[in-house]
């Protein structure tokens, strides 16, 4: 299985919605999918599993959406701490290549 | 505190040994799917061994026959074992905890990391 994230580099200013697409090369049950978040130095946070669902403490401005190879992650309203590469993933295993979200 | 602490990263030479161990506290590593992820310098992530349970683990192919994740219960302990290393080897290496199946398996605890120098 393949994950493709795009674009690979997303330049945004504050406030503005980010759309970030992953798409899986392979039918996939909407409850395998999960987004994660990585900042410089620190390990990945997990945003999003089961394609929409977030994880404890996830502010909402974050949701997940998609089903079958198509799946996205929204952030309606960015702030300057979410500034940072965002990861799919798949079962638990395989990740996508990431997409770098940079200050416009 | 749940975490999950890792240590036992270092320089190596080219095909050498190295083991990692991670360390958990606030949950049993016996009731949960624990991973390895490395991370090289500038790179993505990859998901690189699994343990289900000690005899269903998996390995991705660029480690296969070289690395072999194991735990401990008595200490609450994963480990990876890494033989024969390579420079491609250098990462940082992530273990990670499965949220089971309600999370689809995603990874709901990591560690902070452990650095992996291969070098002449």
């Known amino acids: 299985v393949v994950l493709t994230q795009s674009p690979d580099t997303l330049s945004l200013s504050p406030g503005e919605r980010a759309t970030l697409s992953c798409r899986v090369s392979q039918h996939l049950d909407s409850i395998y999918l999960a987004w994660y978040q990585q900042k410089p130095g620190h390990p990945p946070r997990l945003l999003i599993y089961?394609?929409?669902n977030r994880a404890t403490g996830i502010p909402d401005r974050f949701s997940g959406s998609g089903s079958g190879t198509d799946f996205t992650l929204t952030i309606s309203r960015l702030e300057p701490e979410d500034f940072a590469v965002y990861y799919c993933q798949e079962y638990g295993s395989t990740f996508g290549q990431g997409t770098r979200l940079e200050i416009k | 505190d749940v975490q999950l602490v890792e240590s036992g990263g270092g320089l190596v030479h080219p095909g050498g040994s190295l083991r990692l161990s991670c360390a958990a506290s606030g949950f049993t590593v016996d009731g949960h799917y624990m991973s390895w992820v490395r991370q090289a310098p500038g790179k993505g992530l990859e998901f690189i061994s699994a343990l289900y349970r000690p005899d269903l683990t998996y390995h991705t192919d660029s480690v296969k026959g070289r690395f072999i994740v194991s735990r401990d219960d008595a200490s609450n302990t994963l480990f990876l074992q890494m033989n024969n290393l390579a420079v491609d080897d250098t990462a940082v290496y992530y273990c990670a905890r499965g949220g089971g199946y309600t999370y689809g398996y995603a990874f709901d605890l990591w560690g902070q990391g452990t650095l992996v120098t291969v070098s002449a």
């Open positions: 089961g394609a929409s």
